[in-house]
């Protein structure tokens, strides 16, 4: 963990006379965009993501919606413009519209660039349109085959169905949507080509994300990972891809796909480093604060929270969390690393 404080860090003194410091790391990181896994559970048992006998975080220690609305709006006023929220399954938390509407003001007020939501997809044909109304503008859905029997074991018990259905709710509603497909050695290498394709005709961009090693799954991670660069070669023979500049501050690369107009990503967080530009925290629903995607390093925010009705206590607590925002990620896949380079799970901080 470093403990580095660069010119820029946080400094108690001066906060009491000026305006709210914005949030910049030792590493002169601009800390702009906040995801917070609003809760951990899902309705969905992805093999990569979770064990099928899962222990969810006792409830007794989730924020209730209106602390994570007073957590966000503390990080907007600190200068964050993206806030996406994210689980586990946001959608299954109960009454997230509400959560979804109150974090919209500051869309009105031009405090918040962007709200939007990490969403598998199953609870979409209820909620899309109330979605957009609440103005969210884009979506990211995760969607690993086209198959439904594949779907179904990929994720244990889903129905590609309902997800195929929410998609299309999401898209009469306006959103703009972008899939997210995890690339699993022998189990949807082979439908790659039929994935873009398919994202093509819909006008949805794609990003292929390689396995994370997060938590005990129970399954042998090494068996699943399919390196971006594989993928990305192969693709090179049939497609043509040229690199785009887009960029969201985070692990992935863009590229402009000729034959279909849309944009594909690839997220390589174990052959390409990607911390250098890191712009972004994760939150938990319990409150941790997690500084980095790939440490175990975390604050807890949910004391300061409670510990007072204004912002004084949490305001401090998450500048000294960013003062201690590492350099970057540790993960490593093979032979020798087989085990979880973190021990919580993907659904914890929530990708
Ligand atoms: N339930 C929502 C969903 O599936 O989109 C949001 C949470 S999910 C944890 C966020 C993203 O993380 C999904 O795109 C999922 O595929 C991805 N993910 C989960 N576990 C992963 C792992 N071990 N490695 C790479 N990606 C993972
Ligand atoms: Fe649930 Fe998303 Fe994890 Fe799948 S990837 S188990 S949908 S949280």
Known sequence: MSTVLSENAYNPDRAATSAPAPLIDPFARLISYLRVSVTDRCDLRCVYCMAEDMTFLPKAEVLSLEELDRLCSAFVDLGVRKLRLTGGEPLVRKNIMWLVRRLGRHLNTGAL???????????L???????????????????????????????????????LDGIAAA??????????????RG?????????????????????????????EIGDQRLDQYLPMSMI?????????LT????????????????????????????????????????LTCTGNLFMCLGQDDAADLRAPLRASDDNALLTEAIHEAINRKP????????????APAVGRHM?????
């Open 113 to 123: 660039d962007e709200l939007t939501l990490t969403s598998n997809g199953t609870q």
């Open 125 to 163: 044909a209820r909620y899309a349109d109330e979605l957009a109304d609440a103005g969210v503008r884009r979506i990211n859905i995760s969607l690993d085959t086209l198959d439904s029997n594949k779907f179904k074991a990929i994720t244990r018990w889903g129905n590609l169905e309902q997800v």
């Open 171 to 184: 898209r009469k509603a306006g959103l703009a949507i972008k899939i997210n497909t995890v690339a699993l």
């Open 187 to 215: 189990v949807n290498d082979d439908e790659i080509d039929r994935l873009i394709s398919w994202c093509g005709e819909c006008g949805f961009d794609l990003t292929f994300i390689e396995v994370m090693p997060m938590g």
């Open 232 to 240: 990305r070669s192969d693709l090179a023979k049939r497609w043509k």
């Open 243 to 282: 690199e785009s500049d887009h960029t969201t501050g985070g692990p992935a690369r863009y590229f402009n796909l000729e034959e279909t107009g849309q944009r594909l990503g690839f997220i390589t967080p174990l052959t390409h480093n990607f911390c250098e530009s890191c712009n972004r925290v994760r």
């Open 327 to 338: 350099k970057g990620h540790d993960f490593v896949i093979d032979r020798r690393h087989n």
């Open 347 to 351: 659904s914890v901080t929530g990708g």
